[in-house]
Structures are given as C-alpha cells and as structure tokens.
C-alpha cells in the first residue's frame, strides 16, 4: 500500500500545476469564478459529495458584495479564461463557496479543513526578478493578485482532498472540505457560518502559509488574529461655484479629511492593541466645484472583540461629528467583519503532538506572540466552539519573497507538501484523540 508520503510525492507535479494555474487567473473576493468551477470538478472527479453555491452560502449574510454589473461582467471574464460552464451556475451572483463530503461509513466525529480562494485587490509586479512573472504566470487579471498565499491554501485543499480519498479506507468518521470565497476583507465566513456549514463540525482547523513565520516551523494554534470592522463612508455635500457662490455649498471633502484625521486618532484603549486605517479617501468632481461627494473606505481592529466594537463605536461618533462640522449626510455601511479568536487547548495539543511525531518540520509552537492580521475563519470557530467542538488555526511558514499584500508577494511552493501532509495526519490519526 502506497504511503502517505509517496501519495504526496507523487502529486507534487499536480500542486505546482494548480497553483500556478490559480495565480495566473487571480480572481478576487465573491469573482472566484473560475477558480471555483475548477475546484469543484476536481472534487467531483476524486468523489466527493458536493455541495455548492447558494447551498453554503446564505445570501443575506454575504458582505462587500460587488454590484450587480461587476458580477455579471466577471462571471463573463471567467467563462472566457477557461471556467467550466457545467458548475458556473451554481456560483452565479457571487456564491462561490464549496464544501466537499467525504462520509467514511465508520463511526467517528466530523472534520472540517477550511482553506480560502480569493485574491487581493492589487495589481502584480511584471519586473523581471519577480518569480511569477519570469516563469510566465503572473496574475492575467489587472487589479487582481494572489498576494496572501491563498492560491497555495487552494491548492493545498484539493491536494488533500486528493490524499484522502485515495486513503479512504484507512479513514473513520466524516471529512468537510471548506473551499470559502472573499477571506479577504472578511466577507465570505460569515456567510457560509449563517448557511450551516459547520454546524455539524466537531473539529475544525484552517490554515494560513506565511504571515512572517520562518519556513519550517508550524503554529499549530494562531490565537492573535484581530477583530475587525470594515466599512464604507459615503458624504454627500451641495456642490456650488467654488468661485461665485462658495458659501452655498457644502464640502463633502473637507468632512471626509477631517473624519480620516479624526479617525486616525482613535487607537488608544486600555483593553490593549487597536488598529484604525482609512485605506481610501475619494472625493469631489472638478477643481472649481465645491465638492458634493466623498467615499472613505475604512477599517477599525481590535486585540478582542471588545476592543474593536468601542474603536468602532467611536469610529461612528467622529464620522457624525466631522458631517455635522461642515453640514453634510453621512451614511455607513458594514462590508466586513471578523472576531478575535481563542483555539481550543486539546485540539491544539493534538496538532503539535501529530506535528512533533511527523519529524518534518523545524520547529512546532503553539503560539506567536505578534499580533497578526485579522481573519473571518474565526466566524467558522466560534461556531464550532459554541457547540462544543474543537477548532484551530494553522500556520506553515515559508520564505516569502514579499510582504503579504504586496506586489512582489511569492511564497516557496515546498510549504504545501508539508501542509497536505499535517493535515492529512490529523485525519488519518484522529481517533488517537484524547480531548472530547
Ligand atoms: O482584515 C482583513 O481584510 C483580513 C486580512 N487577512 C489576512 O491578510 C490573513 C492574515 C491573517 N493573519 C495574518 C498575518 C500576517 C499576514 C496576513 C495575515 C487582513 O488581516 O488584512
């Protein structure tokens, strides 16, 4: 019977294929298109039950959704990049979640791996030291990247896939795959938690590559991520003749400079580290006219929930008053959320034992102690904690070439075999769980 390690060997080619297949066709937050057609028929190809779409994916809970004409004109982009139009229907309108089932007929307790598939909104180095270019598979998508890793958490989810359906008979239990559209800007787990997908979910673990952890070693519980609110701004002012008639109009932009500067002042809090950034300010329409219209897009963070929702309810305050000083509307709107999050002890000992036993990595920790950025996975564990399962969040290091989020971002692709292989275990191994 061939060993886990050489299933994973063996697929190596494939990985490598995907990945860059997936990074080449960058598609951002709820534009996962053609990313997900793929996703999906190789799951129906490997055997897994699928559920798609609008059926993990409650629509009222959707958040920073693109408008009507952008989904549209991206479904169309997709269908044209290779999307395979027997699965895009199910995807139509921005639902482009997946959860694979994998059901054992033994008995044993429901697992749930979660990886991401959108792409940032950021346009990709074309310089020629930038590795996804010089071996000709930078994003083809203006405005869109793969600059988080999450074409190789992708990846690493249909390579499990891969893994444990040929290893099926050695499994017990239930296996939920959870392919989630638009982690970035926290959209897309809320809205797979409202659909019920991980209600059944006794032990959950998501993954992340990178985030600054040296390559070798695993977190095997992330516990720093922050709350976070994201939100737009909208101003609207009176335009009048910036030269004649001044004083009939109304600064839309004057109350949008003045709401950033105020915001920005708003990270001081007992309760520990805060986060405010006004990310975009766009405003006006012409040099001589007093401007009647401004949109901020910002986001308030916080080290716990509690932290972030007073930055956010002072966040609120400042907006009114700075609409208020130049007698202009404001209006907010919510286009991401995410909670801060705790692992659950046992399950976490449970991975860094499994980790320490593989002998393939560096170093195994718990824990680090920066805080990192903020993610919505968090949404699919509290829902798994409060029904008293266990969750988790895993971290692989790897040599980042760049930054997270920058232009230049590359990952070493030797991660993903390392990642397939943990999580592979943990399924494989579950029943020498102790926890409850
Ligand atoms: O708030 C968001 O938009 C989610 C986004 N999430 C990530 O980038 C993933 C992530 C989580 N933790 C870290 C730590 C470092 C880089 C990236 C991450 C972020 O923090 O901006």
Redesign the pocket.
Known sequence: MKSLSDRISALLPQLQQWRRDFHHYAESGWLEFRTATLVAEELHKLGYQLKLGREVVDADARMGLPDEAILKQQEARALQQGALPQWISHFSGGFCGIVATLETGRPGPVMGFRVDMDALDLNESQAADHLPQREGFVSCNAGMMHA?GHDGHTTIGLGLASVLMAMKDQLSGTIKLIFQPA????RGAKAMVAAGVVDDVERFTAI?I???VPAGEVVCG?DS??A?T?LDVHFTGIGAHAGGRPEEGRNALLAAAQATLALHGLTQHSGGVARVNVGVLQAGTGRNVVPDCALLKV?T?GVTNQVNDDIYQQALRVIAGAAAMYGVEQEVSLM?A?RSCTPTQPWVDFIHQQADALGIFDSVVDRKAQA?????ATYMMERVKERGGQASYVIFGCELAAG??NAKFDFDERVMPDAITLLAILALNQAQFGGS
């Open positions: 988080c982690e970035e800007g926290v992340h990178g985030t600054g992330s991520f922050l976070t994201k986001e963070r991401g995410a990192a950025g903020s993610e919505d997270h989020h």
